[in-house]
């Protein structure tokens, strides 16, 4: 894409209401726009990262059996009532609203209750299990605070996968599958190295529920993390129990700030018993759906990768999240016809570029460059051309070479 | 995908509480779930033809220069006070909430206000247009009856396209070709040859909106098709006037029930005089934006091809949005190893395949077959096995042909 047709600018100065670091960039580089406050639109580079966290998201859990539906925001009031969730008292974050006849409905902050309610329809024997259901779908939470830019919206897009197992053991089973897939994911977005599977509080039905945890100075979180194993307790278990249960000494820990990326949780019955999912099972008796709920926000995602990933410059996107592979620079009229050749050459070999065709002073086209965080930059001005080389820069290391139109293509398209 | 590990199921009674058709099909397909009147979630196969017609979408807009974004539900009074559209008395179909300190939101029913404030960050001179934007994003709608299934929702899923021009003389230009785009979605979904770009009523900046209106024995509007032009005008602006603008003569007309499926809009400077986006012309003079608006649901749009492409065997998905291209159908234990055989080749090449390996009786096969109206069908069994051919059916047609695998290979892959 030219970026002259773009029609999303950079800004110099930072948005004034802001605090946190992910929306300051991502407002600048003019990825998000903020409505209220955590509440953002995503505007077309934003939406490319979205969508590329969408996908890889998608295709893991496709990987272990996912099948992806997208239930409502509405949320009728009589199922959550089954489950004692509807209450403003025990539930804190509901948005709610109303039909021209008065019916209260709530706007869906999570989706156990509908989705349980779904699956009456369709699991009634053992053997339709297991069954694993996720989508990716906007959820509302009415949060007194909202300053965490897209780390904590109270809307914004969630991936929520809930699993329906035959019993405990066969719930066990998948939960341990889920952990590995949630580690891909943060392995492919570039923030495995940095994000710990985290003990955290379980419920009536599980000791422990699981977070997983990003190290990053603005987290909300405090985690304590076991170098060793590769695992974290989150502060608010941490006790002799639970370094008694995880075979961990206190002393090998060390603390840190940290976002919760994800997390995974047994629900046992407590759903399937409130909303009467019951399955008959080989032996003829009727039982409760045993069930687990896994989520992740894919903006939240994005936010977190701005905010550990970026550095004094802007952001710093890796390859696989990236809204274009490459971003294409011209300097001056002459340098113009090479870089058109070339980007054709790019998009014809399936490279996403972004293509800077704008009449700018050089620096002022590095400074967006490096805000916008690209991960290749090429440049081609008089110079290179008369030396016949291309002028290409790694955004994260900052290296830059120059290098022949064969080398290029050849690192580029491999 | 293997029938068997699809949890939905189909139903052969019609839910109790649709009058409906496309939601009475779409329900018993197992496609769709209705959560409230007007409401529905998307299962596994209703979201595969969702997301397919939106990629239809998606590639027409990005074709004519759409930048594709994704806006927020979540609205704030003040912007849409400024054009007079926050009051309920003036927009009576506002779904309305409050954040914790009481502050009023809305849920957005469309979405010119927020657009145009955004806008307003990054227009600034003549240099800066056209500009066209879409999204695909979820809109709420207080409708005080909603008995129309997925064809009119109170929430649903919409693609709004909003385009920024200099002047008049730019925006009529894309004006047309937006409706070039639109016929091109509706060929390629199945539905253009009963589609007419309908004349309907303007606004204080132009004399006609344009609809594009589906003939529908269920459809909502009443429509006069010029057969001859494919033009049609919508009964509510039909005088002699207009077909005095359209050079039409009454007698010509034929009378039809449609349901409009989208609708172009010129917008003049309505929001961008109240919203105060300027910019600044060649001449140095400030200017308000010339604004256009061109909606088009793609749930509604699949509701409307359940509805109009339906047989009383069930539904029939033209090849561009089917779920899957092929259902293919094992009979009996010694066709399973035959089919999963032709599973195997059928996947490879690239094809969707929705493989009915459950342990049923052929009847009940044949049924969910048509039921759930995928293009084209293959059945193995003991004696399409003897034979040496394969069963081909095609479920528009009806027509059944039996082929070798040579000739079954050919005509499916291409």
Same mark, same amino acid.
């Given at each position: 894409?030219?970026?002259?047709?773009?029609?999303?600018?950079?800004?110099?100065?930072?948005?004034?209401? *802001?605090?946190?670091?992910?929306?300051?960039?991502?407002? /600048?580089?003019?990825?998000?726009?903020?409505?209220?406050?955590?509440?953002?639109?995503?505007?077309?580079?934003?939406?490319?990262?979205?969508?590329?966290?969408?996908?890889?998201?998608? !295709?893991?859990m496709?990987?272990?059996g996912g099948q992806e539906i997208?239930m409502?925001?509405?949320?009728?009031?009589?199922?959550?009532?089954?489950?004692?969730?509807?209450?403003?008292?025990?539930?804190?974050?509901?948005?709610?609203?109303?039909?021209?006849?008065?019916?209260?409905?709530?706007?869906?902050?999570?989706h156990?209750?509908?989705l349980t309610?779904i699956m /009456?329809?369709y699991?009634?024997?053992?053997?339709?299990?297991?069954v694993y259901v996720y989508q990716?779908?906007?959820?509302?939470?009415?949060?007194?605070?909202?300053?965490?830019?897209?780390?904590?919206?109270?809307?914004?897009?969630?991936?929520d996968l809930y699993s329906f197992?035959?019993?405990?053991?066969?719930?066990?089973?998948?939960?341990?599958?889920?952990?590995?897939?949630?580690?891909?994911?943060?392995?492919? !977005?570039?923030?495995?190295?940095?994000?710990?599977?985290?003990?955290?509080?379980?419920?009536?039905?599980?000791?422990?529920?699981?977070?997983?945890?990003?190290?990053?100075?603005?987290?909300?979180?405090?985690?304590?993390?076991?170098? +060793?194993?590769?695992?974290?307790? +989150?502060?608010?278990?941490?006790?002799?129990?639970?370094?008694?249960?995880?075979?961990?000494?206190?002393?090998?820990?060390?603390?840190? /700030?940290?976002?919760?990326?994800?997390?995974?949780?047994?629900?046992?019955?407590?759903? $399937?018993?409130?909303?009467?999912?019951?399955?008959?099972?080989?032996?003829?008796?009727?039982?409760?759906?045993?069930?687990?709920?896994y989520?992740?926000?894919?903006?939240?995602?994005?936010?977190?990768?701005?905010?550990?990933?970026?550095?004094?410059?802007?952001?710093?996107?890796?390859?696989?999240?990236?809204?274009?592979?490459?971003?294409?620079?011209?300097?001056?009229?002459?340098?113009?016809?090479?870089?058109?050749?070339?980007?054709?050459?790019?998009?014809?070999?399936?490279?996403?570029?972004?293509?800077?065709? /704008?009449?700018?002073?050089?620096?002022?086209?590095?400074?967006?460059?490096?805000?916008?965080?690209?991960?290749?930059?090429?440049?081609?001005?008089?110079?290179?051309?008369? *030396?016949? !080389?291309?002028? !290409?820069? +790694?955004?994260?290391?900052?290296?830059? $070479?120059?290098? $022949?139109?064969?080398?290029?293509?050849?690192?580029?398209?491999?």
């Open positions: 894409m030219r970026q002259s047709q773009l029609f999303t600018k950079t800004r110099k100065d930072s948005p004034k209401d *802001e605090v946190s670091k992910n929306a300051d960039l991502l407002i /600048r580089a003019g990825y998000i726009h903020k409505e209220i406050a955590g509440v953002y639109s995503f505007l077309p580079l934003g939406l490319k990262v979205l969508k590329k966290i969408e996908q890889i998201i998608r !295709v893991e496709n990987k272990i997208e409502t925001a509405l949320q009728s009031k009589e199922i959550w009532e089954k489950t004692g969730r509807w209450d403003d008292a025990a539930i804190d974050i509901w948005f709610k609203t109303k039909l021209k006849n008065n019916t209260e409905l709530g706007l869906g902050f999570t156990e209750e509908p309610n /009456r329809d699991l009634r024997s053992f053997r339709d299990f297991p990716f779908q906007t959820k509302f939470r009415n949060e007194t605070r909202a300053k965490s830019g897209i780390m904590r919206g109270r809307e914004f897009l969630m991936k197992s035959r019993d405990q053991k066969e719930h066990e089973k998948f939960y341990e599958i889920s952990k590995e897939a949630y580690m891909n994911i943060f392995d492919k !977005v570039g923030i495995r190295d940095i994000t710990y599977l985290t003990f955290a509080s379980g419920g009536s039905f599980s000791k422990y529920s699981h977070e997983f945890q990003t190290i990053s100075k603005s987290g909300e979180d405090t985690i304590f993390v076991d170098e +060793n194993n590769k695992i974290a307790i +989150n502060k608010e278990v941490l006790n002799d129990e639970v370094l008694n249960d995880l075979n961990i000494v206190r002393s090998t820990l060390t603390e840190h /700030r940290a976002v919760e990326v994800g997390n995974i949780f047994s629900l046992g019955t407590r759903f $399937s018993e409130a909303l009467e999912l019951f399955f008959t099972d080989e032996d003829g008796t009727k039982k409760p759906v045993v069930m687990g709920s989520g992740l926000g894919p903006s939240r995602l994005m936010g977190v990768i701005a905010e550990v990933l970026s550095d004094d410059k802007g952001l710093v996107w890796p390859e696989s999240v990236a809204p274009f592979d490459i971003h294409l620079i011209s300097l001056g009229q002459k340098a113009e016809e090479e870089a058109v050749k070339l980007y054709d050459k790019l998009v014809k070999s399936g490279k996403e570029v972004l293509y800077d065709d /704008r009449d700018m002073r050089p620096g002022e086209k590095f400074a967006d460059s490096d805000l916008i965080g690209i991960p290749t930059r090429i440049v081609i001005s008089d110079k290179t051309i008369e *030396e016949g !080389v291309f002028e !290409v820069k +790694n955004r994260k290391t900052g290296e830059v $070479s120059k290098m $022949s139109e064969n080398d290029l293509l050849k690192m580029i398209i491999k």
